[in-house]
């Protein structure tokens, strides 16, 4: 319990505006990267073989941005999970340069869904028991 899954990524000239800062939306597609190594790293459940029955979409997405991060920096993402229910996971992120200032930080919720073959159903699954315990090597308990 109480570990962080930390991943660094290098601001490249794809991730910047203009001004040479990232821009917002490419921060979320950092953050996509950084859940979807999560569950193939470390949950062992990669999106390559979890979508051909089941998904894990967003949908609640709290962010905050703390500062700019500029191209050429490298970025430590981690994540961590806030609260683990049956079918939902509650994470925390943060983003911070190579001094340790926060850049981007917030929570993000998920929920594990099966859906049929043709993809016309999707509906809430809990998570395996199995799943359940390697997620919990991330829970973070607050008082």
């Known amino acids: 319990m109480n570990q962080y899954f930390i991943k ?9 505006d203009y001004a040479g800062i990232v821009f917002y939306p490419r921060f979320l597609e950092m953050l996509n990267c950084l859940v979807e190594d999560w569950f193939e ?5 990669p999106f390559s073989k979890m979508h051909e029955t089941n998904g894990i979409p967003t949908v609640d ?4 941005f703390k500062k700019a991060a500029r191209l050429g920096e490298t970025l430590t993402k981690k994540l961590w999970v806030k609260h683990l229910g049956g ?4 994470c925390g992120f943060q983003f911070e340069d190579e001094k340790g ?7 993000v919720t998920l929920v594990n ?5 043709n993809r016309d159903n999707i509906k809430a699954e809990a998570f395996s028991e199995d799943m359940k315990h390697k997620i919990n ?5 607050t008082l």
Do not use: D, M, P, W
């Not at 997405?61 to 905050?64: A, M, N």
């Not at 079918?87 to 509650?90: E, K, N």
């Not at 200032?101 to 929570?107: V, Y």
């Open 137 to 141: 090597k991330y829970l973070f308990v």
């Open 8 to 16: 660094t990524e290098k601001v490249r000239f794809q991730h910047v």
């Open 61 to 64: 997405l709290k962010v905050q």
């Open 101 to 107: 200032t926060i850049c981007l930080e917030g929570e």
């Open 113 to 117: 869904v099966a859906f049929t073959e």
């Open 87 to 90: 079918a939902s996971l509650l």
């Open 41 to 45: 790293e470390a949950l062992e459940r």
